[in-house]
C-alpha cells in the first residue's frame, strides 16, 4: 500500500541506482511524414508538367529522365529516413556512466564507465564551435553526441560536466526528521 510520500519512496531506493543524468539523442530530421509526401507530390506535378512540355515538343526521352529525377530524389529521402532510427543513449548514476548507441541498422554498441574515472575532452573549431566530444576512461576514449551542432554539444558538455560532479560527489543521504 502506498502512503503518496515521495521522500519515503525515494529513501528507500538504492542510492546506486537513481539517475543523475539520462539523455535520448536522436538525429534532426526537419522533415516529417507528411512534409515528405508534400515535397515528393510537388515534384511529381512539377516533373510531369515540365516532362509533358518537352514531351510536346518532340524530346520525348527527356520525360523519362525527369521520372527518373523524381525516383533518385524518393530513394535518398528513404535513406535519410532510414539513418534517423540511430539513437545514442547517456545515463549516469553515482556508480557508472552508460553509453548505448543504436545504429540506423539496428546494430547495439554499449560501454559502461565509472564516472569518478570518466574525463571529458573536446575538439573546438575555432569558428564553429565544440566539433567533437569524447569519453576517455582508462585508455579507451568514444566519441558521443555526434547528432548535435556546435552549439548544442556544448550545452550538452555543460549537463554532462555537472552530472560527472554529482556522481563523483556521491549519493547524498537526506533523513526525514
Known sequence: MSTGNE????????????????????PHRSLNRTSFLAVMLFLSVVSFVTGLAFLMMGA?????????????IWWAFKVNFRTARASEEIVITP???RVRRVSHRGQVAEWTFNPLWVRLDTEVDEDFGIEHLYLISRGRRIQIAGFLGPEEKASFYN??????DAARRGPSYNPVT
Open 60 to 72: 520525348w526521352p527527356v520525360f523519362g529522365f525527369f521520372g527518373l529525377d523524381v525516383l533518385v
Open 95 to 97: 556508480s557508472e556512466l
Open 7 to 26: 521522500i519515503e519512496r525515494k529513501n528507500s531506493e538504492d542510492p546506486r541506482d537513481v539517475q543523475i543524468f539520462s539523455a535520448l539523442l536522436t
Open 159 to 164: 549537463g554532462l560536466v555537472e552530472a560527472l
